[in-house]
């Protein structure tokens, strides 16, 4: 039987602390990135910036940045996913696609490419992914 939990599979974790938005409900698992004023948040579908994978079940606190969560930063770590949008094939791997939400991925979208496939579960529609950088530029 394959294994279809969720989350971290493999690779060397790098986990930093992270300021959390007070708005914010940020689930360990979660595809996390800064806010305009640099505070973590839960990606949400297309958000193109992802800086890492939350570590901590974390909820903002009374202000921005009262409360701190763990996030893996790593380049190098693999994550099983789940398919949001769109159906798996055998020929994305490799390819480069879009975040569908914190914890799942758009195999219809490459406007932001910020995962990578690596690995594929065609029948059960899960992806073992990675995060490739793609921050902004600080001017």
């Not at 099983?80 to 219809?108: E, F, H, N, Y």
């Not at 073992?128 to 530029?137: E, F, K, Q, W």
């Amino acid at each position: 039987m394959p294994n279809l939990n969720l989350g971290y599979v493999s690779g060397a974790r790098q986990i930093l602390p992270y300021k959390v938005n007070a708005s914010s409900v940020v689930v360990a698992g979660d595809f996390v990135y800064l806010d305009s004023d640099g505070f973590l948040r839960p990606c949400a579908a297309g958000e193109n910036d992802p800086i890492g994978v939350a570590f901590d079940t974390i909820t903002g606190g009374a202000a921005d940045g009262d409360v701190v969560c763990s996030v893996d930063v790593s380049p190098v770590t693999l994550y099983r996913v789940t398919i949001g949008t769109g159906t798996l094939t055998q020929a994305m791997i490799g390819k480069l696609c879009d975040l569908a939400g914190p914890t799942s991925i758009d195999v219809t979208a490459s406007t932001d490419d910020c995962v990578q496939i690596v690995q594929v579960d065609t029948v059960n529609q899960y992806a073992i992914v990675r995060l490739i950088g793609s921050p902004a530029g600080v001017a």
